[in-house]
Every structure is written in C-alpha cells, then in structure tokens.
C-alpha cells in the first residue's frame, strides 16, 4: 500500500486531496500548521501530523515521524491579492516564504530517500495565474511562476532515478481564502492604493462573473492522476477555467 504525504491539509485543496487518496486506498500523511481533530476521516491510514513549511525543525520532524512515502505533494500556500504598489516588501517576502522557499524545503527533504528507493513523485501545486495574465495577483503569480520554473528543470535532475516531478495548476476555486477574498471584494493583503479602487473593484467584479470556475473536487482529482502519469507529463491543469487558458496559451 502506497503512501503520501500532503502539505496545508487543513482546508481547500489539500484537505480534500487527503480524503480523495485515503478514499482510492493510500496511506495518507496529512500536514498542516496547527493540527486540528476533526477535520479529517479517522482512519489507520490518515496520520495528521505539524509541519510548517517555513521551519526547517518542523518539516525535519514531519519526515521522520512519517516513514517512507511514495509521493509527496506540496500544496501549503498563502493566498495573495493586491495591487503591487500598496504591498510592503515583507509581505512579498511572507508569501514566497510559503509558496515557493517552502516547496523547495519539503522537496529537498525527501529527495535522497525517492533518489536511493529508485522510485517516487513530487507534485507541486501552484496556480492558474501562471496560464494567463491577471492583475492583482503580480506578487502570487511570482511566487507560483517560480515554483513552475523550479518543477520543469528539477524533472530533468531526478528523470535518472527513476523520480518525477509535476505541477498541478488549479483554477479559481471560490470555495478557498484566496476565491473568498475575491467574492468579498476585497484584496487579500493591505488597502488598495486609493487611485487604484475603482479600476480594482471592475477586475474584481469581472473575476466574479466569469462562467468556469474550479472545484475543490478536480483539484484532488488531478492530483491523483499527476501522481500516477507516467507519460512524462509535466504539467496539469486542474479544472475547467484552468483547461481553457491552457488550451488557449
């Protein structure tokens, strides 16, 4: 029986994701910041275990206390809107820290047991905004674009060993805190810069009343069948707003 371990599974993609594994038979290690009971299916194949992905001692202790996994999948990520210019720089530094410095993290944690086993898969959940052009979302786009560029040369590195790396790329979810956000209509980090309201509210009004958007569901789903490619397929968009900008780019 196979075994995975997912990061941010205290809601959205990842807590889905864990039920959508542990429903199709696998061993599920399932991470968050703040274990809470209750917020997954007790079973003897879901563990919940501390990690942050900004701690080196904490995804240390999640690994070991984990034992051997088959797949890891890096989902913890920090949601980001807001028009650069109002958005001070330790904020931009906060949500690479999560997006994309805690994905290399955990990755690096687990890559000698996948290299000497011969065998294993890193699938790293980024975001649509890489698929298209969308305006306040410049610091997250960032963050999301780089782990993209991360994944595609370090697929390259692990090919020899028989390891994969992928990236599943959902769309927009209203059901998340970045979706919520945005049907607040309101930014997710500091006040929009007054010149920038009124131009803000219409991207965040049309971001609204687009006709697909992604369930929490197809992501899970997605990440399943990244999981078990074996095509050599690197990239998965997940949900239909996310298939359509990728078949448009």
Partial sequence: MKTVLITGTSSGYGRETARYFHEQGWNVIATMRTPCPGLLPESDRLRVLRLDVTEPESITAAFEAAGPVDALVNNAGVPSIGVF???PMSRVREVFETNTFGVMATTQAVLHRFRERGSGVVVNVTSSVVLGHMPL???????KAAVEGFTASLALELAPFGVHAK???PGACLTTNFGNRAAEGGPVDESVPAPYAPWAKQVLDGFMGQDLFTKESDVAETVWNAVHDTTGRLRFPAGPDAVRLAEAK
Wanted: hydrophobic share 30%; proline share 0%.
């Fill in 137 to 143: 979302t410049a610091v997250y786009k960032a963050s």
């Fill in 85 to 87: 210019e109002g958005t």
């Fill in 167 to 169: 990236t599943v790329e």
